[in-house]
């Protein structure tokens, strides 16, 4: 049975907090970005609290992409809250398959921080 997405949120969150690092996928065009699954005109980055789990979604189109770490503050800092200004949702360790949680950052600065106390 695979995990479901709550599982996998939660788990995001626990591993974050326990490494202090998450990780997205960078290229030289860029970062990894797509459409929501969810949201007609919302776009999602997303990211995954291992390393092996972010190296595992670099196939098909994003296989020229590698895992790259990010501290917890800055994550917090500078990226959760660009992506609020810039309407980006939050993609939350998605799966081999890019499927998962989709979720607007402020909600995830609000879960991590409650969790941080």
């Known amino acids: 049975m695979t995990e479901d997405f709550r599982q996998a949120y939660l788990r995001f969150?626990?591993?974050?907090?326990e490494t202090g690092v998450v990780w997205n996928l960078i290229h030289t065009?860029?970062?990894?970005?797509?459409?929501?699954?969810?949201?007609?005109?919302?776009?999602?980055?997303?990211?995954?609290?291992s390393k092996a789990e972010a190296q595992a979604a670099c196939i098909d189109?994003?296989?020229?992409?590698?895992?790259?770490?990010?501290?917890?503050?800055?994550f917090i800092?500078?990226?959760?809250?660009?992506?609020?200004?810039d309407e980006v949702y939050v993609g939350i360790n998605w799966s081999d398959e890019l499927a998962g949680v989709?979720?607007?950052?402020?909600?995830?600065?609000?879960d991590l921080l409650a969790e941080d106390e």
């Open 13 to 17: 969150i626990d591993q974050t907090l």
């Open 29 to 49: 065009d860029g970062f990894a970005i797509c459409e929501s699954e969810q949201s007609a005109d919302i776009s999602v980055m997303p990211f995954w609290s």
């Open 61 to 74: 189109e994003w296989q020229e992409y590698q895992p790259n770490p990010l501290e917890f503050d800055d």
């Open 77 to 85: 800092d500078h990226w959760l809250h660009g992506m609020a200004e």
């Open 102 to 110: 989709e979720i607007e950052p402020v909600i995830l600065i609000d």
